[in-house]
């Protein structure tokens, strides 16, 4: 009950309700988390998105008839989420802490994609018919992600969303249809 309160109701609404009155297109988590007054915010939904993929993905990982391997990157992408939620975005006044927080939270989501990217081929590969439809989904969320990139020529508080919120709803449905 839980994790189904966490993805489909506590992970969409906070990530919606931390953007809120600014620029989807314009703007990002980064500059949003930097306003003062809002960096506890932004930790609190980092730890809320991390701890939620982290414990969602070692389930997965635990009901799957063969290990998927590069499972390392889980705890990875959650520690990686933690330092970039941590360290401050001031480009002006922090150029060097500020390009670390960007490599920080692009690594996150890369490790967390492709962790998840590994665990669904590994499914599909014992079980064409049931697991398609999620190689299907992480090509759409994939593309998806690029256009919203293409569009606002940065990486987003619509991207961020986005891949956010697709991504927690697409891990439950995969525990889900492994249980």
């Known amino acids: 009950m839980f994790l189904w309160f966490t ?14 009155d600014s620029n989807w297109l314009t703007t990002n ?5 930097s306003r003062i007054g809002r960096e506890e915010e932004f930790v609190l939904w980092g730890l809320i998105v991390g701890i939620y ?6 389930l997965i990982v635990a009901h799957m008839p063969v290990m998927p391997g590069f499972t390392w ?4 992408a959650l520690i990686l989420l933690t330092c970039a939620v941590t360290t401050p975005y001031l480009p002006e006044r ?6 670390l927080h960007i490599a920080f939270a692009f690594l996150s989501a890369v490790c967390l994609f492709f962790c998840l990217g590994r665990i669904v081929w ?7 018919e049931k697991y398609r439809l999620y190689l299907i989904g992480l090509a759409g969320i994939l593309s ?3 256009v ?25 449905r995969l525990y889900l249809a492994l249980t």
């Open 7 to 20: 993805a489909y109701i506590l992970i969409p609404a906070y990530t919606i309700l931390f953007v809120q």
């Open 94 to 99: 922090l150029p060097l802490k500020s390009r």
């Open 122 to 128: 590994v499914l599909y590969q014992n079980d064409h």
């Open 148 to 172: 919203l990139f293409l569009l606002a020529g940065i990486i987003s508080s619509a991207l961020e969303i986005f891949f956010t919120i697709a991504l927690a709803l697409m891990v439950r």
């Open 53 to 58: 993929f982290f414990y969602s993905l070692r």
């Open 73 to 76: 990157l889980i705890p990875l």
């Open 144 to 146: 998806f992600s690029f």
């Open 29 to 33: 988590f980064s500059v949003i988390g």
